[in-house]
């Protein structure tokens, strides 16, 4: 941050911030996509999960089973977001906040973006747990919720 995107000391050697770039993963993260060797990976050396795309990804059939509903639109997402009144959605961000995942949700709808943040209930993570295992990837087999 400053004018400068390369500063340098006195000396011409280029000044570098201590920050640890291997401390934080971004990752494809949300409900149907719950990297869970990785999150084991990740916990047992203190690497933080950013998870993007955490409302799901597109549909395209190259890249995603399309039998399967698209994420905010899944019936039992849906069953305990009507439970806690709060919308497929939150909850779904709620369930990534949950596992100390961190999520970057992108809205460009003001009332979105309003949810985003009305987001500190704690859900009862059994129900969710029970999610039956799905295939979102053709030719990949992934647990829906751990």
């Given at each position: 941050p400053g004018d400068v995107i390369y500063p340098r000391d006195e000396n011409g050697k280029y000044l570098y911030h201590l920050t640890d770039l291997c401390a934080t993963w971004e990752v494809e993260c949300h409900p149907y996509f719950t990297?869970?060797?990785l999150r084991e990976f990740c916990d047992s050396?203190?690497?933080?999960i950013v998870g993007f795309s955490p409302l799901g990804t597109c549909?395209?059939?190259?890249?995603?089973?399309?039998?399967?509903?698209?994420?905010?639109?899944?019936?039992?997402?849906?069953?305990?977001?009507?439970?806690?009144?709060?919308?497929?959605?939150?909850?779904a961000l709620r369930f990534q906040l949950q596992r100390n995942t961190v999520i970057i949700p992108k809205s460009f709808n003001p009332e979105r973006i309003k949810?985003?943040?009305e987001n500190f209930?704690?859900?009862?993570?059994?129900?969710?747990?029970r999610f039956p295992s799905r295939c979102l990837y053709p030719g990949r087999h992934y647990s829906l919720f751990f």
């Open positions: 990297q869970l060797k050396h203190g690497i933080v549909r395209d059939s190259l890249w995603v089973n399309t039998k399967i509903p698209p994420l905010l639109d899944d019936a039992l997402l849906n069953s305990v977001a009507a439970k806690y009144k709060k919308t497929s959605a939150q909850v949810q985003n943040f209930v704690i859900l009862d993570m059994r129900r969710i747990f």
